[in-house]
């Protein structure tokens, strides 16, 4: 298979990704493209072939660049209104630990907060998440729309979501919030 003009032995991807503890449960998409695989853990994830090549990825359940799910935390959705590649602008969800900048981290580099939910159970805003995620990838076929490069030391690329990818699977930026909401919801009940 070739992929971004480098042929890519499949039988060394798939040895690649069984030796750094993950099962693909998918075909391989690509090396930029989230991989369905089982963690080690027991967990279902989409790492990068990419960055399990890089060492730069891995279980988002396990290392999660310093989130403490034993820990408070809060799932936050935010947007970023017009970007040189996605003029109708892009969606990111993501996490945080109760005490981390990396909310206020995004706000400076031009995104607007949607929505925010606080959580003494820091697991909660990662199975929501999750879930968002799940949503985007698995149910909307969406894939996200921002790289490393675009983000740079922030990370999180991968839980973006064009605003156009999203009208054109008949979701509005309305549509993603009511569903992070009816989530939260969800877990407090």
Known sequence: MVCAGKEVDLEIAMSEMLAAGFTPLTQYPGAHK???????????????????????????????????????????????????NFQRGVVKIGIAGGKSQRLKQWQQQGWTLLDVFHFDDGAIPLAIEDEVLEWFNENLGLEPCLSHDDVGYMGGFTETISVADLTKAGVTVADVRKKVKQLVKKQIV
């Open 34 to 84: 989230p991989w369905r695989c089982r963690h080690e853990c027991g967990r279902e994830v989409r790492p990068h072939y990419s960055n399990i090549q890089q060492n730069r990825g891995g279980c988002r359940f396990c290392v999660p660049r310093g989130y403490n799910p034993s820990k408070p935390g809060h799932v936050y959705l935010i947007e970023l209104d017009s970007h040189p």
